[in-house]
């Protein structure tokens, strides 16, 4: 169970919301601030001046007024208009993520909605009756509007829930919740839609992935240096104090850790090689300014996540309220990009460290790393596979957040397109992750070809952990198992547990 603090959650927190833990419950701390925005609506709403949202239209129509008795129809027909989310349901535990964020910022009691409200919310969380989402339809400008109306529709006895797998009526959910259809007070239908929680909710997923991948392609970007017989002094930091940046210098660090002892690196230093390939020798320098890149990132869905993006904004002790444009998911639709390129170019670098691995010209193992060949291809087509997935994701990598169109009339006429950005991240970091599997595959096997000679003690674990799922390549075979279990290591961060490198250190602004 986590306890949201509003505004002070923490990356190990979100993650274990992600990947782990099911329950979220509030601070009981934050039930003031709730209780005085929501005092102020009404206080408001009694007063019957026009305040936008509360008894007014929306968008282009902010200028219509609203009847005292039709601000609860308003509120619904707001969340049934902009349900309007189409494409495959968003995973349940970016769902399960999206609406702890969502009570974290309702919480924060600038939104003006009632206690029921969240509580009713946590509810839902916590018994398992996660809204089925659609993943298309938002631009990420007045806040992920569609995506967060289906959740909201939820309450209101209207879509689907997710329970124990199994896609259920809205009214199964809130059963299951103890709750019963609610009729929403004014404000509170737009506070539960404006916000950029779902963006925000997929683009933290992605960092997390990304986070496993980077500590997976720094363990198998090891191993690539071992089996291909590569030199360790790339990886000196008097090199990398020199050019001062932290990643780069935390990077290599981490290489030389993972490589120190290795008996294969040994058995050729006196050797005539002067320098490697830029996939072996400069990977502090790509993987570091990868690694600075996810530590920015990081620090920005952060700051996001413990934010108030609800408009208009409702400021209890003077009883305003405030029209602005938090809604809009610019710094989300950035860091998602960002983190997009960071993986493509991690997954670019291991696709040509297993190109290397396979040409015995520049690794000195035998072509494609398998024994008799020409009557086995060994890890030929395996590359290709690296390849088409490196290739694919330069395409995936194109900045989203430098597009715009414009909607609501013109009334939206910038958006962030930050929920495309920060899915199609998702994407990429599933064919980093195919990389990855194939790279440790590659670097296994040519590890085991330098026999007698050992890998360093930091690797030997990595190497008995492949092998206690994919066994030394002899002859050919159903290679397309074997890369599934690897990916399944990788994405499972069962191989990025082995680098002592952490991407966000304990006490960092991440």
């Avoid at 007063?47 to 509360?54: E, F, P, T």
Wanted: proline share 5%; hydrophobic share 50%.
């Amino acid at each position: 169970m986590i306890t949201i603090k509003p505004g002070s959650l923490t990356l190990d927190e979100l993650r274990l919301a992600y990947f782990e833990v099911e329950g979220a419950e509030l601070d009981p701390a934050a039930e003031t601030a709730i209780a005085a925005g929501a005092a102020a609506v009404e206080r408001i709403a009694n007063k019957g001046d026009a305040a936008y949202g509360i008894n007014t239209g929306f968008g282009r129509l902010a200028n219509t007024r609203i009847a005292r008795d039709q601000l609860e129809l308003l509120q619904r027909n707001l969340v049934l208009s902009h349900a309007v989310g189409i494409g495959e349901p968003l995973p349940v535990p970016v769902v399960r993520l999206m609406m702890l964020l969502k009570v974290a910022s309702l919480a924060r009691g600038y939104s003006g909605i009632t206690p029921t409200v969240v509580d009713a919310l946590l509810a839902l969380l916590n018994r398992g009756a996660i809204p089925v989402i659609p993943s298309k339809g938002s631009v990420g400008a007045s806040g992920d509007l569609a995506p967060l109306a289906h959740m909201a529709a939820v309450l209101l006895d209207v879509g689907e829930v997710w329970i124990d797998g199994r896609r259920c009526p809205a009214r199964e959910g809130l059963a299951l919740a103890g709750l019963e259809p609610m009729a929403l007070r004014a404000k509170e239908g737009l506070a539960l839609l404006n916000g950029t929680q779902c963006s925000t909710a997929i683009a933290l997923a992605g960092l997390f992935k990304v986070e496993r991948l980077f500590g997976a392609a720094v363990v198998s970007g090891s191993m690539s240096v071992d089996a291909a017989a590569g030199s360790l002094v790339p990886f000196d930091a008097r090199i990398h104090d020199l050019r001062g940046h932290q990643g780069q210098i935390d990077t290599a660090r981490t290489y030389l850790q993972l490589l120190t002892g290795s008996q294969i690196a040994l058995s050729h230093q006196d050797c005539e090689k002067v320098q490697d390939p830029y996939s072996l020798r400069c990977q502090p320098q790509v993987m570091g300014a990868c690694l600075d890149v996810i530590r920015t990132a990081g620090a920005t869905l952060l700051t996001e996540a413990n934010s108030v993006s609800d408009n208009p904004l409702v400021f209890a002790d003077t009883t305003e309220v405030l029209s602005g444009g938090n809604f809009h998911a610019e710094p989300v639709a950035f860091a998602a990009d960002m983190l997009s390129i960071a993986a493509s170019e991690i997954g670019a670098l291991a696709e040509r460290r297993i190109a290397l691995l396979i040409d015995s010209s520049l690794s000195g193992l035998p072509p494609f790393l398998v024994k008799d060949g020409g009557v086995n291809s060994g890890f030929m087509i395996a590359h290709v596979t690296a390849a088409s997935l490196a290739s694919e994701n330069k395409t995936l990598a194109h900045p989203a957040s430098v597009d715009s169109l414009p909607t609501s009339a013109n009334q939206e006429d910038h958006v962030s397109m930050a929920t495309f950005a920060a899915r199609k991240l998702g994407d990429i970091a599933a064919n980093v992750a195919g990389i990855i599997a194939i790279e440790l595959l590659a670097a296994a096997q040519g590890i085991d070809l330098r026999a007698p000679y050992a890998t360093s003690p930091g690797l030997a674990p990595v190497m008995e952990l492949i092998r206690a799922h994919v066994p030394h390549y002899d002859i050919d075979h159903y290679l397309a198992a074997d890369i599934e279990r690897a990916k399944e290591l990788v994405e499972a961060g069962s191989v990025s547990a082995f680098s002592p490198l952490a991407v966000f250190p304990k006490g960092t602004a991440a």
